[in-house]
């Protein structure tokens, strides 16, 4: 039988693994929220990909660390608010601000654009935290669930969310989305959006590339039925 793990001796790994320089510059690069790739890690962390890569190891395995493959990639983010709590508290008494996240995407494909066949960029982004700061959308073990306002509200958009959930694809599930580095939606929901805002016009598809624009009287429209703020 497996001796206890008691507080202060499970206290004492977590500070150990926060505590090595590489490690916590790791850390606090992902308090803006933006997840990262063990390569762009071992950047800030000033060490080669190999030994990156075991400190990364080190942090999942005490829980300070999430993994998301996306793609061919993988990206890490923080474990949970908590663990952004506890280092914040930690930079307090350290006393050393923490250096922003600065993006290098293009303008355009920042902005908005596709990602297979749902929307990505900064609109997409934006309407993700809308969709469940107001309650539309909950986690799920597969992703997302709608909540009635949400069944609601795809409805009164014109959106059938049956025939949505019959499709052979997660219904709706975060993408991690690789200019801003937080979640906008995928899934058949995702997908649906992106087709209901280029039918309205509230996006237009470029002819040679990803980018979508989102011209004044769209983003009025998006801002209007989302409550979005989106940059002019």
């Known amino acids: 039988m497996d001796a206890p793990v008691h507080a ?16 916590a510059r790791m850390l606090c690069s992902l308090l803006d929220g933006h997840a990262r790739t063990s390569t762009e890690l071992a950047v800030v962390a000033e060490v080669s990909p190999s030994t990156a890569s075991a400190h990364l190891a080190k942090l999942k395995d005490e829980g300070l660390l999430e993994q998301l493959a996306q793609g061919k990639h993988r990206y890490y983010s923080l474990a949970g608010q908590e663990v952004a709590a506890a280092l914040e508290a930690l930079l307090v008494v350290a006393g050393v601000p923490r250096v922003p996240f600065t993006p290098t995407t293009p303008t355009r494909l920042r902005n908005a654009r596709t990602c297979y066949d749902h929307m990505a960029g900064t609109v997409a982004v934006a309407l993700h935290d809308r969709l469940l700061t107001q309650g539309w959308l909950v986690a799920a073990d597969d992703g997302y669930a709608l909540t009635p306002a949400g069944t609601a509200g795809c409805a009164a958009l014109g959106l059938d969310v049956a025939a949505l959930r019959q ?3 997660r219904f709706a599930c975060p993408c991690l ?42 983003r009025r429209r998006l801002e209007a039925v989302f409550g979005i703020q989106l940059a002019e």
């Open 8 to 23: 202060d001796t499970r206290l004492a790994r977590i500070a150990a693994a926060i505590a090595e320089p590489a490690r």
């Open 177 to 218: 989305d690789w200019s801003e580095r937080r979640a906008h939606l995928g899934g058949a929901l995702g997908a649906a959006l992106l087709r209901l805002a280029l039918d309205k016009g509230w996006v237009e598809q470029d002819l040679d590339s990803r980018a979508l624009a989102v011209p004044p009287a769209g």
């Open 167 to 169: 499709r052979r694809r």
